[in-house]
């Protein structure tokens, strides 16, 4: 198991949002977040961000 976050380096060009199949993923100020709750760790966000402000995180089972 794990989850996905956004870290500062985060750009807040966008790129993530449409591609979360559970719009998981929403503007904030100044940044995106990802809302853990609904992320279902697929990674598309990971792969598209040009920034590599998505990171990933093992967390207990």
């Known amino acids: 198991m794990g989850t996905h976050y956004i870290i500062d380096d985060c750009v807040a060009c966008g ?3 449409p ?3 559970v719009s998981a993923i929403s503007e904030d100020d100044p940044i995106y977040i990802i809302d853990k ?4 760790d697929c990674g598309a966000c990971d792969d598209v961000c040009p920034v590599d402000a998505i990171k990933w995180e093992k967390t207990a089972d």
């Open 15 to 17: 790129a993530c949002e």
């Open 19 to 21: 591609v979360c199949p």
């Open 37 to 40: 709750e609904t992320c279902t």
